[in-house]
């Protein structure tokens, strides 16, 4: 069995919350399903730089909030890049 190769991973589609830096994407490996990843959050420090990403970890109300606003956008992206079934 082959190990995990970082060529084969793509992102398809992103988004970021910029008030709680979490972000969403529709990410893709080879030839598999396209599946919805929740996280990493990438925060910025106080000079407007990003920090290094980190988990998503536990997620705010502010951070469902915005997954709510943004849930039929991302629904339909990953159904068009879904295969028929």
Known sequence: MAGYD?????ALESWKCEETGLMISINQYGDGEPKVQIGP???KKKDGTE???????????EDILWFYDIIDEVK???????SPV
């Open 51 to 61: 920090r290094a990403p980190s988990k998503a970890g536990r997620l705010t109300i």
């Open 76 to 82: 339909d992206k990953l159904t068009q890049l879904a």
């Open 6 to 10: 970082p060529d084969k991973d793509k």
């Open 41 to 43: 959050r990438i925060l």
